[in-house]
């Protein structure tokens, strides 16, 4: 298996506290990545910068900024390679991480796989708060057909993205992972599976505002009900008070009025934010 080639694909925007990092340890594995590929969704910091100083990678710039859907399916369609692997730009990879990955491929070239990423950044107690309530992974063990895969590392041939014609280029920001391992599971001819022991450490570094943020984007865009309305402000609303008053009893139970109060804000922050979604799709 070590003569088979394959490319990965990288989605950036406004990555310059990661990227450097993230591709870094890309270049770092024990099985060698044949082709590095960067989707630069038109960032506005310094980004495009960092990504010029290295050499053998392919850059990817869009004039304007097109989402995490087509960044997904213009990463898979440009590359060379049948087996294609993908990791967001703030996810650090073990140096054994596509090794792992291809051994997985002996047994099955059917399946999309998913690696475990861990949150690296626990001083903040914002991160330690999204490790213990969206962690990205599906813990210790190799889980065959999980709810779906994080989107976060993932590796697939690429007859399963022909078959599926593609991500949904709808979801922008958030939500195409779940939906495309939906539908990898529908087709009934792929499966996914989670390997645990493929391993990738998230860089991401959250204060409260973009963590809201990242909640409700979850959420909001991974909502089964898709259209901005009343009916999903409030349904979706009352679904978030649930995780709210779940969370604050474990908590209030461990006396960690730190997560308590952390709890309140979000659900605060969620109801907003849903709330000028809704208003600003009506204008």
Not at 55 to 74: A, C, F, S, V
Not at 194 to 199: D, E, N, P
Request: proline share 1%; with cysteine.
């Amino acid at each position: 298996m070590s003569s088979v080639k394959v490319s990965i694909y990288i989605p950036v925007f406004n990555a310059e506290k990661t990227i450097k990092k993230t591709i870094i340890s890309v270049q770092n594995q024990s099985y060698q990545f044949d082709e590095i590929i960067i989707i630069d969704d038109n960032s506005n910091d310094t980004t495009n910068k960092i990504l010029k100083e290295f050499k053998d990678i392919k850059i990817i710039k869009n004039e304007t900024n097109k989402g995490l859907g087509y960044n997904r399916n213009l990463g898979i369609k440009l590359s060379q390679n049948d087996i294609v692997a993908s990791i967001d730009a703030d996810v650090v990879l073990d140096s054994k991480w596509l090794e792992i990955m291809m051994k997985n491929f002996e047994k099955n070239n059917e399946t999309m796989f998913g690696g475990k990423m861990t949150e690296k950044l626990l001083f903040n107690r914002f991160n330690k708060w999204r490790a213990k309530y969206y962690s990205q992974n599906w813990g210790d063990k190799d889980v065959d057909n999980p709810p779906f895969l994080y989107g976060c590392n993932t590796i697939q041939h690429k007859s399963i993205w022909k078959y599926l014609n593609g991500y949904n280029e709808k979801l922008l920001t958030n939500g195409e992972d779940i939906d495309y391992s939906k539908r990898i599971q529908k087709s009934q001819k792929f499966k996914i599976k989670y390997c645990s022991k493929a391993l990738s450490e998230h860089l991401q570094d959250d204060d409260l505002n973009t963590l809201s943020k990242r909640i409700w984007r979850y959420h909001s865009f991974g909502y089964k009900i898709k259209e901005p309305s009343v009916y999903k402000t409030i349904k979706i609303s009352i679904k978030q008070f649930k995780f709210f008053l779940n969370r604050s009893i474990k908590d209030l139970i461990k006396l960690d009025f730190k997560f308590m109060y952390i709890n309140f804000l979000v659900f605060i922050k969620f109801i907003l934010l849903e709330h000028k979604y809704y208003k600003n799709y009506k204008k």
